[in-house]
């Protein structure tokens, strides 16, 4: 398995969209930086997120995730209290190739305010908007800004294509418009 570099990000993109909306540079002015890097695309979290609300000690069941636990919220920046998570889903929406995987990381800037951002694997011919948990390790609240970068997603290119994609078993988090809470089927 290799890395793919930067010149075969950008032709994806323009190929295969890929990566919708692409920026094709790195934007980094006065901003959390997003778009093409060396091996890698930083993306951006978009303006809606579910604040996670329930009550100190409260069990969340992986199986059975209640709504009830989440309030919605949109705006331009959205304060991660300490000790607690937000669920964001990214600005950009990715098609996956059959021969690639991924592996996701937060953001540099973030870690060092004790954000972290988690986010599972892209795996072969997924699709769609990434759910991600951004989680506030930290004791004072944090600020994530809508819009900017929020985590990069490493492009791994495999020897062989896989047997079986994620699309070939339709994936449950196949083609996800928005922040999907998880789910057991």
Known sequence: ?????????????????????????????????YGVSSYGYDFRVDRHYRMFRGQPGAIIDPKLVGSELFEDFEGDSCVVPPGSFVLG??????RIPRDILTICTGKSTYARCGL????????????????????????????VYSGEGIAQVIFLSADEVCTRSYGDRKGKYQAQKGIVLGKVE
């Open 89 to 94: 889903k990214s600005v950009e929406y990715f």
């Open 116 to 143: 972290l951002t988690n986010i599972t694997p892209f795996e072969p011919e997924w699709e769609g908007f990434v759910t991600m948990a951004i989680f506030n390790t930290g004791p004072a609240p944090v600020r």
């Open 1 to 33: 398995m290799g890395v793919k570099p930067d010149h075969w990000i950008i032709k994806m993109a323009r190929s295969e969209k890929m990566i919708e909306p692409f920026e094709e540079s790195l934007v980094s002015q006065a901003c959390v930086s």
